[in-house]
T-cell receptor
């Protein structure tokens, strides 16, 4: 158990819909990272937040957004969902803004029908 | 561009044998590398890391070797056990990238009893 929690574990929705994935980092960690894992693209970095502020952005679509709240939990919002958005979404956390030694949560499996 | 890839997509070994999983990276400015293990249905689990000022680092039953000359990374698992069966990813934190761990496609390790 990495100490990173993610909810929900599974999510099934329809195209065009909007969903919110939630992540709580390890106690004391200030950075949260979001990744997408699909069969054809592997693990892709989406975005990093550090202490409430966006710190780095990767291959995140404009339909996706994230935020980190004062209690350091983070939410990833996915809107106008498409079939291709079906994937595993992982959250990771690290103690500082340095992106090394990230600890991953169990993931949320999103299925878009 | 930056890329991290694995030489072999699958590796099958006999229980008790040593396993070697290889990884190539392309960014010569990369200064930090991590190996992750991902079991079915779980998030990536940190195994071991190494910085570019080192050639070798040892953990419990695992050793990571870094050859900067040929931009090659390997993970050696001693006395492989059935519990080692998983997909192993190398990840690279390229110089100048913030929060952007670049993951390879992964190697599936199967341990035969």
């Amino acid at each position: 158990d990495s100490g990173v929690t993610q909810t929900p574990k599974h999510l099934i929705t329809a195209t065009g819909q909007r969903v919110t994935l939630r992540c709580s980092p390890r106690s004391g960690d200030l950075s949260v990272y979001w990744y997408q894992q699909s069969l054809d693209q592997g693990l892709q970095f989406l975005i990093q937040y550090y202490n409430g502020e966006e710190r780095a952005k990767g291959n995140i679509l404009e339909r996706f957004s994230a935020q980190q709240f004062p209690d350091l939990h983070s939410e990833l919002n996915l809107s106008s969902l498409e079939l291709g958005d079906s994937a595993l979404y992982f959250c990771a956390s690290s103690p500082s803004f340095d992106p090394d030694t990230q600890y991953f949560g169990p993931g949320t499996r999103l299925t878009v029908l | 561009g930056e890329s991290v890839g694995l030489h072999l997509p699958t590796l099958s070994v006999q229980e008790g044998d040593n396993s070697i999983i290889n990884c190539a990276y392309s960014n010569s400015a990369s200064d930090y590398f991590i190996w992750y293990k991902q079991e079915s249905g779980k998030g990536p689990q940190f195994i071991i890391d190494i910085r570019s000022n080192m050639d070798k680092r040892q953990g419990q039953r695992v050793t990571v070797l870094l050859n900067k000359t040929v931009k090659h990374l390997s993970l050696q698992i001693a006395a492989t056990q059935p519990g080692d069966s998983a997909v192993y990813f190398c990840a690279d934190l390229g110089g100048g990238s913030q929060g952007n761990l670049i993951f390879g496609k992964g190697t599936k390790l199967s341990v035969k009893p």
